[in-house]
């Protein structure tokens, strides 16, 4: 009941600043009875605030990854990219279907790129040989497909995915390498021909 | 002509004969609306459809350029909403007509219409919009006062001022200077933008920086689009903790990624430390 008050002051926070304040003493209390408050706030529509509530989610780590899942808005597309952002950084492959669909098919961008980047950096240590091996495919698969999403962003997001999964998986590195390559010389952007040509040195 | 106060209440869904069934217009669509003269709406929307969607063809030209001209459309602050739009559409578009066209409207006696002008002029990238837009400059800060009754200046500075930013005009440098200390902080920071293209000194992109951490959101973001736009590589960083959304942090980076990477040498086989440094700063919004 320690963190009573300071959910309080998050609820009871009547401007952005002292909202982000109370949104920062919370997280900084690293107590999982704050989780279902610091997700509330990803639905704020308040950057500052946003930022300081994923970092408490992140901090507390695999713990919070239920309630994520439970709670992620289906309607605030803000609210479900910080969602997966967390997600993301986290890394608890329990996030695996949710990162995959949000990766493949969210209808916001920012969803989409915030989801591509975590599907390369799940924690693997948390799975048997087999699972790491289905998880793998499918990740492997989808971010293949996200490579050609229309939005730059998203496929800078999936090059950074493959640049990370290409490292941890060897059975795709050269087919990874290979793509890599084709964005490297033929995407349309320079920011992402250049982000491909970086994953692929040394 | 008088300004007909129930032009804008037609906001009739009948298309007429000049549309199709389905919504989509075509080309032709598009241009017979806009020639027309019954429905100012339809002919509104024109205008900035062929814009949209960057109809160069001859006839398209020309019904905007005769758009330019109208007298029919009147607002009730006794503008030209039409005129504005085909100045927009204009700036998208390439024939060596809309030039001229625009300068001519450099003069217009609706302020929109002006600034409207002013940023299609930017787009179209010709010196010869030089002089007449440094022309607007003339008075200095002393001249440029709010107009009273209307929520603006008496010429639109941001739009001028920008605008001689990107023609590369280092003949209104001393014209633009004085700007830097205008009351009105989006004039103030145009004057620094263009500054920092004119002169590549460091003084005016620490100006943006600077506006970075400016307390309204709206100038936060403005000075995101402004340091991507001119690509102000000590930025970074600034760029990347500012308060404001990932998605527009994102966009100012990449901006100023492609800066970086035009200035390398196109055979270096190895990226330099200054992209490296900004692809991880966007690694770390995804």
Redesign the interface.
């Known amino acids: 009941m320690t963190v009573s008050p300071l959910i309080q002051a998050v609820e009871q926070a009547d401007s952005a600043p002292r909202l982000t304040a109370a949104v920062g003493a919370l997280a900084a209390a690293k107590d999982a009875d704050a989780i279902p408050t610091l997700i509330q706030v990803l639905g704020y529509n308040n950057p500052g605030a946003a930022v300081a509530a994923v970092e408490g989610l992140v901090q507390l780590g695999e713990v919070a990854v239920p309630k994520l899942l439970e709670q992620i808005d289906g309607y605030n597309y803000g609210a479900r990219a910080w969602a997966n952002r967390a997600l993301a950084r986290i890394g608890d492959p329990r996030a695996l279907n949710t990162l995959l669909e949000a990766a493949r098919s969210d209808f916001a961008l920012s969803v989409r790129r915030a989801a591509a980047k975590g599907l390369g950096s799940l924690d693997w240590s948390k799975l048997s040989e087999d699972e790491i091996n289905t998880a793998q495919k499918q990740i492997f698969e989808v971010l293949m497909q996200v490579c050609e999403d229309p939005e730059w962003v998203v496929r800078y997001a999936a090059i950074v995915g493959l640049e990370a999964l290409g490292q941890n998986a060897e059975e795709y590195r050269s087919r990874i390498e290979n793509r890599l390559q084709q964005l490297a010389q033929k995407d349309a952007e320079m920011a992402v021909r250049a982000r491909s040509q970086l994953a692929l040195s040394p | 002509m008088l300004p007909n106060p129930d032009s804008k209440a037609t906001t009739s869904s009948s298309v007429g004969e000049n549309s199709s069934d389905d919504g989509v217009m075509s080309v032709a669509d598009a241009i017979a609306n806009l020639q027309q003269t019954a429905d100012t709406s339809l002919r509104y929307y024109a205008a900035w459809w062929l814009g949209k969607f960057r109809v160069s063809t001859p006839e398209a030209i020309a019904a905007l350029l005769t758009a330019l001209e109208d007298e029919s459309d009147r607002a009730p602050d006794g503008g030209y909403p039409l005129r504005r739009n085909a100045a927009r559409a204009l700036g998208k578009l390439d024939d060596p007509r809309i030039v001229p066209a625009l300068i001519a409207h450099l003069e217009d006696p609706d302020f929109y219409v002006r600034e409207a002008a002013a940023q299609s002029l930017e787009m179209q990238g010709r010196s010869q919009a030089i002089p007449p837009l440094l022309k607007l400059l003339e008075g200095g800060v002393e001249a440029a006062q709010p107009v009273p009754g209307k929520p603006h200046l008496t010429e639109p500075y941001e739009a001028i001022i920008e605008a001689l930013g990107t023609l590369n005009a280092i003949e209104a440098i001393t014209a633009i200077e004085p700007f830097l200390g205008h009351s009105v902080a989006k004039v103030k920071y145009a004057a620094a933008r263009a500054m920092y293209q004119l002169t590549q000194k460091d003084e005016y992109g620490q100006q943006l920086i600077a506006a970075l951490r400016d307390p309204n959101l709206q100038l936060r973001r403005s000075a995101l689009m402004d340091l991507g736009a001119v690509g102000y590589l000590k930025a970074a960083d600034a760029i990347a903790g500012a308060?404001?959304?990932?998605?527009l942090k994102?966009?100012s980076l990449?901006g100023l990624?492609?800066q970086a990477?035009n200035a390398e040498n196109p055979d270096a086989v190895?990226?330099s430390e200054d992209?490296?440094h900004l692809?991880q700063l966007?690694?770390g919004l995804?």
């Open positions: 308060f404001a959304e990932n998605s994102l966009i990449k990624l492609e990477l190895t990226l992209s490296i692809m966007m690694d995804l």
